[in-house]
């Protein structure tokens, strides 16, 4: 059974289709990519799934619940936590705060939710390498050190399922293949389920278990890496044009 | 039949009035991003305007209405886009309901500077009163028919311009994404100068058509007010949709009219409760929006910043604050001190925006509003003893807060779940609900289960007594500064704390990103409620200060042009600061009354330009209020930045110490007036930066630029005081208060 199960998602904006009947799951212990050209309802597909967006059709089902018609907030007690592609940091707070508050919020959950805030903000700020920014302003930083500070965010709540919307773009390679085993590492010994939206190939060809490929709105391929990479659609789609596999 | 006939006729029309306000409201808002609260104060500038042409100087009727519609109405609408608006992007939401809100009141004072409210004007209907004819046996006239057939006009002629013309199609487009039209070859700018030159007309038409519908006489605050019905229609189309509105326009003007005819005369709130129709339609549309897409951070950083002081920091300017009060209640009149316990009271509301606006991003338009309930309510519940003996009981300070709390709760839920504009309309109609019906409700009436007289608010003057708190009774006027000075203190340094606390980070961040917050696990809507209920609590106990250093309140305390400039003076002051609390609140409570009337009595003793000089500073806080598109983040943070290198230059501060010092002992020794202290304290505030500069510039040089934030680049020293100018002595005074010189509140 699937941690998230998202089934048979449509959103239209104003007669445009951007997404047609899209289904995709997400297995805990698992990293799950999801790839595909600018513009192919990549963010969009993330945006239903949180609840930020209401479709037109289908379900979400998260951990064996529907939720399709429960809020952001709830789908984030559920268990479901996500990075922005367009940073969404809190400007007025500084690095160290950003990640702390999302710890915060949990603790406003409720008494069973409780965590330390004060040594679990120690533990993330040290996985992700961010102690030496740790009072700095968000708004000062490099944008590939900014979509860390999003990455540390959304752990802070301690998800079950874990939306990564192009969190490596703009690291350098060393940078991106440190992700990548961070990655690995959190499925393996957090149990989490992760659905990693990127264009970096190597990264997603590298820690990804299952792919699927988006594009115009439709899933047009799902499998492991090797069987991706030689999918014709998708070498079509995607691979084949340069553009956007840096 | 016959009365429902004429009746109906009579809503239609209004309708008619109120769809024409409210088009231009929403084209302005869908093409520029920036709702127009000053709709109503173009409406009536219109409406004087015409009356100016028309029966001032006798111009023929055609000639007036052509030059009033047609060329100085979409001028001065495009002139407020391109002079004004314009700057407004990439600024926080309160930051552009603020500046339109300031457009208004200086409208409003220049209305009155112009056309003297004393002197009655009347608008006469367009072919006079006596044209009209019969149909199907009531009477209608011309005038109503032209109010009609402009409103179908504009309804007819809106739909062709956006069906069919490119300007049209170009202005839906700009709604939808500015950057995106900017980039296939559209100019945002001057579709917006063009949405604002069609509301401006709009909105005068509107102002021109409704004088002689309403009775014919000229008034600054009612016409001003238009923007609320206007509001009310546009809620109909959900901010957006034309055709709905003016079904809104109508659906008001038709239930408005209705009221007037069937409700029984015996009901004295009946005529009451038609001026609230449009806030009560407003809230019940509020109940069935559905939910608003959750707004993301649209830019990494909006041009607000505020710096959240160190609690020890707050406490020693805290120390510094209560000091000068104790200092300066040694030299000042009875008057002065009670003036400026209404000043301070002021400055604890406006700390109900600073946590409000400043720390949660929320709006509240009424917060004096929420003042007025709490001072009701202790009027009825909170008072003991009787005439000079009667007292305010802590357990009535208790209900007071709790039903401002309680009722501002109720107020905001509804608004809660859409975006932040819902709120400030929701406690814009509530503020104005307050003054037409609650505040309104004067006359003794049978209560309905209890069998006695009762009225809210009784004979419309309430006297409200000094607190007495156990042994501790606040009656000596001293004494009750003293103690207001030392609340704001407390709630000050607590709000500081607050921030500085997981809830307040929770706070910022739902400010910052709404979006993210939520899928971090925020719920928004109790984040908000909470935030509300506290801000309401604060405003209601400010409200209860406010009345008891007042001594007496009608309905002039609670109109909802005192609310209105509170918010503008403290967002100037600055919003997500204590200090601008303090100065916002003092400058609305008492400073800019005091500088006016001090030009007022110059003038009638010696004459002169003096006059003038006294409008000008009517119109002041307006003018400082729409210059905040300019400097969103408020006064104080340029303040700081002017001062702080003189904590550099430490002889030359403990030169103007010790000047200051010298100053307050001639008073005290009597050597010396009240005022020459206030010029000297002037004097010394706004030098003292020049001369450390000239005597150490060392001090003063810009200190190597490390990790400075890119755009909040400190302001030159000398622009600091400028700023405030405007508000001379007392603005200057004010300032001192966190400068560490002594105080003066006006004498």
């Known amino acids: 059974m699937a941690l998230l199960e998202a089934s048979g998602i449509s959103v239209s904006f104003g007669g445009n289709q951007v997404l047609d009947q899209v289904s995709l799951s997400v297995d805990a212990g698992t990293v799950t990519g999801l790839i595909g050209p600018n513009g192919a309802g990549k963010t969009t597909l993330f945006n239903v799934i949180t609840g930020l967006l209401d479709p037109k059709g289908g379900r979400v089902i998260l951990d064996g619940r529907d939720v399709t018609k429960a809020g952001p907030a709830v789908r984030a007690r559920r268990g479901l936590s996500r990075t922005y592609q367009q940073l969404e940091l809190f400007t007025s707070l500084s690095v160290r705060d950003n990640v702390r508050v999302a710890g915060e919020i949990r603790n406003a959950w409720g008494r069973r939710f409780r965590i330390n805030v004060k040594s679990e903000t120690d533990r993330v700020m040290g996985l992700l390498g961010l102690e030496d920014v740790a009072d700095r302003e968000v708004g000062e930083l490099p944008t590939a050190r900014a979509r860390i500070i999003e990455v540390a965010r959304a752990l802070m709540t301690k998800p079950r399922v874990l939306l990564l919307d192009e969190p490596a773009s703009g690291q350098t390679e060393s940078e991106t293949a440190d992700f990548g085993r961070l990655l690995s590492q959190l499925v393996k010994e957090d149990e989490l389920a992760i659905c990693l939206v990127e264009h970096d190939v190597s990264l997603v060809m590298g820690v990804c278990a299952t792919i699927h490929v988006l594009d115009y709105g439709q899933i047009i391929a799902t499998g492991p890496p090797e069987q991706i990479r030689l999918e014709p659609a998708v070498i079509d789609a995607y691979l084949g044009s340069t553009e956007g596999v840096g | 039949m016959h009365l429902f006939l004429s009746y109906t006729i009579i809503g239609l029309v209004t309708g008619a009035v109120y769809g024409i306000a409210a088009s231009g409201l929403v084209l302005t808002y869908t093409t520029s991003g920036i709702f127009n609260f ?101 009477y209608v006239t011309d005038h109503e028919v ?84 206007a509001i009310a229609a546009a809620m109909f189309g959900r901010l957006r949709s034309l055709p709905r509105t003016f079904v809104g326009a109508i659906v008001l003007g038709l239930a408005s009219s209705y009221v007037l005819a069937y409700f029984p005369t015996t009901w004295s709130w009946a005529s009451n409760f038609r001026i609230s129709l449009p806030m009560i339609s407003l809230f019940v549309v509020l109940l069935v929006l559905p939910q608003d897409r959750l707004r993301g951070a649209v830019l990494l950083r909006t041009r607000e910043r505020f710096k959240v002081p160190s609690l020890r920091s707050a406490g020693s300017w805290a120390l ?127 209560l309905p289960i209890f069998h006695t007289h009762f009225s809210i608010f009784t004979n419309g003057a309430l006297n409200i007594p000094k607190v007495k708190v156990g042994p501790l009774d606040l009656a000596a006027p001293k004494a009750f500064l003293t103690t207001v000075t030392i609340v704001f203190v407390i709630i000050g340094i607590g709000l500081i704390a607050l921030r500085h606390s997981g809830y307040g980070r929770r706070l910022a961040a739902m400010k910052d990103s709404p979006a993210a917050s939520a899928t971090l696990g925020q719920n928004l809507v109790k984040l908000k409620l909470s935030v509300f209920v506290l801000s309401a609590a604060i ?27 509170l918010v503008m003076l403290t967002v100037v002051g600055g919003i997500g600061n204590v200090a601008g609390a303090l100065i916002g609140g003092v400058l609305a409570g008492v400073g800019f009354q005091a ?5 007022q009595n110059i003038y009638s003793l010696h ?38 290198p003189l904590w550099r230059a430490k002889p030359v501060l403990a030169g103007g110490i010790l000047l200051e010092v010298a100053a307050y002992l001639l008073v005290v020794t009597k050597f010396m007036s009240n005022w020459w202290f206030v010029l000297a304290t002037t004097i010394i505030a706004l030098g003292l930066p020049l001369v450390g500069r000239l005597l150490m510039p060392g001090a003063f040089a810009p200190p190597p630029a490390t990790g400075s934030p890119p755009t909040s680049s400190p302001a030159p020293v000398v622009e600091a005081p400028a700023s405030l100018s405007g508000a001379a002595a007392a603005g200057g005074s004010v300032r001192m208060g966190f400068e560490g010189g002594p105080n003066n509140g006006p004498a």
């Open chain 2, 38 to 138: 000053a709709q109503g104060a173009l409406a009536m500038l219109g409406a004087y305007g015409y009356w100016q042409f028309r029966y001032g100087w006798n111009w023929p009727a055609p000639v007036a209405l052509i030059l009033v519609i047609l060329v100085l109405a979409p001028l001065l609408g495009a002139l407020l886009y391109l002079g004004i608006m314009r700057g407004l992007r990439n600024t926080a939401e309160v930051t552009k309901i603020v500046v339109t809100v300031s457009v208004m009141l200086g409208i409003i004072a220049l209305a009155q500077w112009i056309w003297s409210p004393t002197t009655p004007r009347n608008d006469i209907p367009f072919f006079g009163v006596a044209a009209k004819f019969k149909f199907l046996g009531v």
């Open chain 2, 146 to 229: 032209i109010a009609l057939g402009a409103a179908v006009l504009i309804g007819l002629g809106m739909r062709y311009l956006f069906q069919r013309t490119r300007t049209g199609v170009a202005m839906r487009a700009v709604v939808d994404n500015p950057a995106l039209l900017e980039l296939n070859g559209g100019r945002p700018n001057r579709l917006a100068a063009i949405s604002w030159a069609l509301g401006g007309m709009l909105a005068v038409l509107a102002g021109i058509l409704v004088t002689p519908i309403s009775g014919g006489g000229l008034d600054v605050n009612a016409l001003t007010l238009l923007v609320l019905d």
């Open chain 2, 320 to 446: 510094v604050l209560v000091a000068v009060v104790l200092l300066l209640e040694q030299i000042m009149t009875t008057e002065a001190i009670s003036a400026l316990t209404v000043g301070m009271a002021f400055a604890i509301i406006a700390l109900s925006l600073t946590l409000l606006t400043g720390y949660a991003g929320e709006i509240n338009l009424a917060p004096v509003s929420l003042g007025a309930i709490a001072t009701i309510f202790v009027f009825h519940l909170g008072l003991s003893g009787i005439g000079l003996h009667a007292r305010i009981t802590i357990g009535g300070i208790l209900i007071g807060v709790a039903a401002a709390a309680v009722i501002g709760g109720l107020i905001a839920l509804p608004a809660l779940r859409l975006r932040g504009l819902y709120l400030a309309l929701a406690t814009l109609a509530f503020g104005v609900f307050v003054s037409d019906m609650i505040i309104a409700d004067v006359n003794p009436h049978i």
């Open chain 2, 539 to 565: 405003a209601g106990l400010g409200g209860i200060l406010v009345s008891s250093a007042s001594i007496t309140v009608n309905a002039n305390s609670y109109i909802i042009y005192i609310s209105l400039t």
């Open chain 2, 595 to 599: 500088i006016t009337s001090t030009f």
């Open chain 2, 607 to 644: 004459g002169g330009p003096w006059n003038f000089v006294a409008n000008l500073t009517l119109v002041a806080p307006a003018a400082i209020g729409v210059s905040i598109g300019r400097n969103p983040s408020g006064s104080v943070g340029q303040i700081v930045a002017g001062y702080a």
